[in-house]
């Protein structure tokens, strides 16, 4: 298969040998693939390494030969978005999110669009947590693993005042009696997933129970060997001595 004048956004890049790169790109009509930049880490091959960084938008031409592909000319669509601190780390989990959930040659036009979306919203970083939490939400959607948050797995409508755990078989289903404050923070209530649900930004005491019950809900997709950006999340807060306001919320 040969590839002229495709779109992508990149995902991830790593070196490969001595002068190359091994890319993770997320396409419109592919999917996610992976592909060979070669010669692109030598001195007169500057912009293309410059335009083979994360988060950039490229449109590029090459060849598939099994799993990978390999490239043979790629341009920069437009300037990255220029991020720092937790927007950096929001926008790493993002990545490798879609690295680990979408599966490979698998066209996902929907997906394409959300990541363009999101993309954007991270220059907003005073609202990383809300901007995660629709990710997440539509996300799991466009791969087909979503539910809908107005209603728990049994088909009864959600009380905005209970709280629920998210369950990846099930949907949400109404906790009773719980016993922890430990495990109170891991249930969303229901006033959050009903704001979730009509795309509408909940209180900040709502939002922030969606953290790590979503977190629960992604990792039984992720499975048991989690995500690195959760673990760096969780180091920046050890170093800290507190888990920041915006440390992206939710990928501690």
Do not use: C, K
Not at 130 to 141: G, M, S, V
Not at 194 to 209: C, I, Q
């Amino acid at each position: 298969m040969r590839y002229s004048g495709e779109t992508a956004y990149v995902l991830h890049a790593r070196p490969w040998r001595e002068s190359s790169l091994l890319v993770d790109l997320l396409t419109r009509a592919h999917g996610r693939i992976g592909v060979i930049a070669r010669g692109v880490r030598g001195p007169r091959r500057q912009m293309q390494l410059a335009a083979l960084q994360p988060l950039q938008h490229v449109r590029f031409d090459g060849v598939q030969r099994g799993e990978l592909g390999y490239l043979s000319s790629v341009e920069a669509l437009d300037a990255p978005p220029l991020l720092a601190g937790h927007a950096s780390l929001a926008a790493f989990y993002i990545n490798e999110l879609v690295l680990r959930l979408a599966p490979g040659h698998d066209p996902h036009p929907e997906l394409y669009a959300l990541y363009g979306e999101v993309r954007a919203r991270l220059h907003d970083a005073g609202d990383l947590a809300w901007t995660l939490r629709r990710f997440e939400r539509d996300l799991l959607q466009a791969l087909g693993v979503g539910f809908d948050f107005r209603v728990d797995g049994d088909g009864a409508p959600i009380d905005p005042a209970a709280r629920y755990r998210l369950e990846a078989e099930h949907g949400p289903r109404r906790v009773l009696g719980e016993r922890s404050g430990e495990s109170r923070q891991r249930h969303a209530t229901g006033a959050a997933l009903l704001a979730l649900a009509a795309d509408v930004r909940p209180g900040a005491e709502d939002l922030d129970s969606l953290r790590l019950a979503m977190r629960e809900l992604v990792s039984r997709h992720v499975g048991p060997r989690g995500l690195r950006s959760w673990q760096l999340a969780a180091d920046l807060a050890r170093v800290s001595g507190r888990v920041p306001a915006q440390d992206a919320e939710s990928v501690s």
